[in-house]
């Protein structure tokens, strides 16, 4: 990500960066949110505003998925031997 200089005066893309930034300091929305001295609901706005991809697709290599990130969203069954 690059990073903003002073000749930046392109607000948008300033907020846009310190969101991001944030978030991945923080790891979440709520600390994100108490980093920007933001509540929870503004951050959430922020986000969509900028459309910024929350959270992060998982990268290759890079730990395993939560528990039940695998599923197609449809009705699981038990696993039959």
Not at 17 to 46: F, W
Not at 56 to 61: D, E, K, M, S, T
Request: proline share 7%.
């Amino acid at each position: 990500m690059p990073s903003v200089t002073r000749e930046d005066f392109d607000l948008e893309a300033v907020e846009r960066c310190l969101c991001i930034e944030a978030l991945e300091l923080a790891g979440n929305i709520v600390d994100a949110a108490y980093r920007r001295g933001i509540t929870r609901q503004e951050m959430k706005r922020r986000i969509k505003k900028h459309r910024i991809t929350w959270p992060r697709p998982a990268q290759p290599g890079r730990g395993s998925a939560p528990a039940g990130a695998e599923s197609d969203g449809g009705e699981t069954s038990p696993a039959t031997a």
